[in-house]
């Protein structure tokens, strides 16, 4: 029974995956507007939101750290919904995830992590500007990261970009006196300068790792799910330090916590008992369609025995 549904996901997979050999490279306009609209959107958001947290009275790094990743489980829609609620795929979840594709999300998820809270770092230091300005360094690290793991091709606009940013960068530190916010010492202001730079700098490396990492993909369901164990480990990764480094944590914090954990665990545990379900009810409806071929096939063999039976009666009687 496992045998024949893991066949039906990997025939299903590698369908998939030839039609994503043979995806054309230019994509729809519309999608392409959309999701740059929707990274633009999420990067001014992230470091506006962040920055109001610590303006506002916030302290803690852990906490803004924790907050970046805390809302992977909105990834379990995306990777369960397709397959038990609009029936529109047989492939089980997490089928084909195998122990590399699992030590490969939980080392990137840690990266991104720490990439998190070097953000929160020099964000809670650093004016929103210069933060952002920052960030845009990532650039220059991707482009040489990227030649070195996916073999990226240079091209001069890419070097033009990596030039001036890097100019952007210098001017950034040796005028870093007049932007100092007032009451912030030179030593903090570095330190947010290269927390920033840290960042980006761990962002540029997750970019090219994640895509080499992908080309063992099958299939956008996989995409979802180690996108779901990376958030999970960046989570326990903020979680962890909110505990080890005493940040305030109080009662209404620990009861918002458990009921988020709750609702995750019973959200969870639907979804198995969902599943478990199906399976029977799978196994079923198999196991009745063997049954009826074998009664069918049974009732042949009884029919051929009997006209065999009639025939040598017919041929007895005619020799008497």
Not at 125 to 140: G, N
Not at 266 to 279: A, F, L, Q, R, T
Request: hydrophobic share 45%.
């Amino acid at each position: 029974m496992s045998d024949v549904r893991v066949n039906a996901d990997q025939q299903e997979e590698g369908e998939q995956q030839q039609n994503l050999v043979k995806a054309p490279v230019k994509r729809p306009l519309g999608l392409l507007i959309t999701t740059y609209g929707c990274l633009f959107v999420g990067s001014i958001a992230s470091s506006l939101l962040a920055k109001y947290y610590f303006v506002h009275g916030g302290s803690s790094r852990w906490v803004s750290t924790w907050v970046q990743s805390a809302g992977f489980p909105l990834l379990l829609g995306l990777i369960y919904f397709p397959r038990f609620v609009f029936r529109t795929t047989k492939r089980r979840p997490f089928t084909r995830f195998t122990h590399r594709h699992l030590l490969f999300s939980v080392v990137i998820g840690l990266i991104l992590g720490f990439n998190n809270f070097l953000f929160s770092w020099g964000t809670s230091y650093l004016p929103v500007s210069t933060s952002s300005l920052l960030l845009s360094t990532q650039l220059i690290f991707t482009l040489i990261l990227s030649v070195i793991i996916v073999k990226q091709k240079v091209t001069f606009s890419n070097l033009n970009c990596v030039v001036l940013l890097t100019l952007s960068s210098v001017l950034l530190a040796l005028g870093s006196s007049q932007d100092k916010p007032a009451g912030l010492t030179k030593t903090k202001y570095f330190i947010g300068f290269l927390s920033t730079i840290g960042a980006g700098l761990l962002f540029a490396l997750y970019l090219p790792v994640t895509e080499r990492v992908y080309r063992s993909v099958y299939c956008y369901a996989m995409v979802m799910e180690m996108q779901l164990v990376m958030e999970f480990s960046a989570t326990v990764f903020a979680t962890i330090g909110v505990v080890m480094y005493g940040d305030a944590f109080g009662g209404v914090k620990i009861v918002s916590t458990v009921l988020c954990i709750w609702g995750f665990s019973s959200y969870v545990y639907g979804i198995y008992v969902k599943m478990k379900k199906d399976e029977e009810k799978e196994e079923e409806e198999e196991e009745e369609g063997h049954t009826g071929m074998k009664t069918v096939e049974d009732g042949g063999e009884l029919e051929l025995e009997m006209g065999m039976i009639k025939d040598d009666v017919a041929a007895a009687d005619e020799r008497v």
